[in-house]
């Protein structure tokens, strides 16, 4: 543990083993011994290196006792007492949540189409992107196709998955996938009973401004919107300017190469 603690962390974070200089690791550190440099402790240095980097360390905590307090239509509520792989013992709390799906659907012009639809959870409306649970076992992508079609009527042909994020790992168990649509072709919406949904299409300058300016408040829409904006979409290419010199006339040199120049006596 204590060559744990003093082993540079270069070499325990590095994707790929360096090369062990066991010497100058540990004359970095004022570490001198003449044991350092004999072929036996090279040899079991080179395990204990060889050690931290193949030997996987358990990414999940052991579950001791799990008791549902709540069971309802969309979500759980859990309450587990649990052994992290950090050590720590402590009883937490969550939601247990299938997942969700995020659609951003994208117009051949660039405008970009968003839904507003009356929130209960924060009391007022929000304009945001289709969205919606995945059902037990669902893979994304067909939920997504689904949700697109029930909220706006739209299909899409071309389907580009950008983020799959869980948007409050603190007490959600919320896994979301968020897709960019293309190529849509408009239908009819086929919302459910409790929706009542207003869509409308806006350019990324528009949404842009509602973000700056607070207007455009739902987490996951901001999100997916400016991932898309840096990273995916098409940005026009700028126009070079004209060469002064290209456009600049060229002064007529009065001066014939076949005729000698006339020198002053």
Not at 80 to 105: D, I, W
Not at 135 to 145: F, I, N, Q, R
Not at 149 to 163: D, K, V
Request: hydrophobic fraction near 35%; charged fraction near 25%.
């Amino acid at each position: 543990m204590i060559l744990a603690a003093k082993f540079p962390r270069q070499y325990t974070q590095s994707p790929r083993p360096p090369p062990i200089r066991v010497k100058a690791c540990f004359r970095r550190f004022g570490l001198e011994s003449p044991h350092f440099g004999s072929p036996l402790f090279e040899f079991r240095f080179s395990i204990f290196v060889y050690w931290l980097y193949h030997v996987p360390m358990s990414p999940r905590a052991k579950i001791t006792s799990s008791e549902t307090l709540f069971h309802g239509r969309v979500f759980d509520v859990r309450r587990e007492t649990v052994k992290e792989p950090n050590g720590v013992e402590a009883t937490r709390e969550f939601v247990v949540h299938n997942g969700s799906v995020v659609v951003l659907p994208v117009f051949d012009d660039g405008r970009i189409l968003l839904v507003c639809q009356y929130r209960h959870s924060v009391g007022g409306y929000l304009w945001e992107l289709v969205a919606g649970r995945m059902e037990p076992g669902e893979d994304p992508l067909p939920g997504a196709k689904r949700e697109l079609l029930e909220e706006t009527g739209y299909s899409a042909r071309q389907w580009q998955q950008i983020l799959d994020v869980f948007p409050t790992p603190g007490f959600v168990s919320e896994r979301m996938v968020v897709y960019v649509a293309r190529d849509l072709r408009a239908g009819t919406a086929h919302p459910e009973e409790d929706e009542r949904i207003t869509a409308r299409t806006f350019s990324p300058r528009e949404i842009e401004k509602w973000i700056r300016s607070g207007k455009l408040r739902d987490a996951k829409s901001i999100a997916g919107i400016l991932y898309y904006l840096r990273f995916c979409a098409a940005k026009p290419q700028p126009k070079l300017k004209p060469s002064r010199t290209s456009h600049r006339p060229q002064k007529k040199s009065t001066h014939s190469p076949h005729r000698p120049k006339k020198t002053s006596r």
